[in-house]
């Protein structure tokens, strides 16, 4: 068995791109600008909820402006994506936009 095709610890596959349960997976980056920090706390408990499919996340305060930039990658199915994207971006003052791998 080479190194790709050995599941992680999480399931997948590097070469098959799949979770053990067969369900199909992409890598997907959400980028998300905070405008409004009183969303902080319901941003934050979707990405806790959504954790099992988080490869990193990376936030940015950008004071001067008085927003915040979050990049959340993550490796789920299309579905757990769109989910997570389309909650996120329903919070008062909190956008959203999605960038998928091939």
Do not use: C, W
């Not at 068995?1 to 997976?25: H, L, V």
């Not at 990405?47 to 959340?72: D, F, Q």
């Amino acid at each position: 068995m080479s190194p790709s095709t050995i599941p992680d610890a999480k399931g997948f596959s590097a070469a098959e791109g799949k979770r053990k349960n067969g369900m199909e997976t992409r890598v997907a980056l959400i980028g998300i600008v905070v405008e409004n920090r009183e969303s902080a706390a319901a941003l934050n408990a979707l990405l806790h909820e959504y954790n099992e499919y988080m490869i990193g996340r990376m936030g940015i305060p950008y004071p001067k402006r008085k927003i915040s930039i979050i990049s959340v990658a993550v490796d789920a199915p299309q579905d757990v994506i769109s989910a997570l994207a389309g909650k996120l971006g329903m919070l008062d003052g909190v956008s959203t936009k999605t960038v998928y791998s091939k």
